[in-house]
């Protein structure tokens, strides 16, 4: 899965032009200095915009936001939640229905 950066518990993706990026690939797009400042939360980060003139947004680590999103940069495809996670296994029940599978559960 895609690695954590930054603010607690761990930045896994930017939240950009109507996408999820993880953070490598957000720097590309956006330049390090723009997502580092995001991902780091510093004074000012709300001053950087993403191409169609938005503030970027995070996705944290284990949050709900990162159930069944890969990054959206072609060619990588990275995951966005935990490799484990069931919402992978099963996105139709998150998607449609809010629910994560769980192996084993009831
Ligand atoms: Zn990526
Ligand atoms: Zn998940």
């Known amino acids: 899965m895609a690695e954590a950066y930054g603010l607690w518990p ?19 797009l956006y330049g390090d200095e723009a997502i580092q400042a995001v991902v780091d939360a510093e004074p000012g980060w709300g001053k950087y915009q993403d191409h169609e003139g938005n503030p970027f947004g995070v996705v944290l680590r284990w949050s709900a936001d990162a159930h069944t999103q890969y990054c959206a940069a072609p060619g990588c495809g990275e995951r966005l939640c935990e490799d484990y996670c069931g919402c992978y296994q099963h996105p139709e029940l998150w998607q449609q229905h809010g629910i994560v599978w ?4 009831p």
């Open 102 to 105: 769980v192996e084993g559960g």
């Open 10 to 28: 761990g930045v896994v993706a930017i939240a950009a032009d109507a996408n999820l990026f993880c953070v490598p690939c957000a720097e590309r």
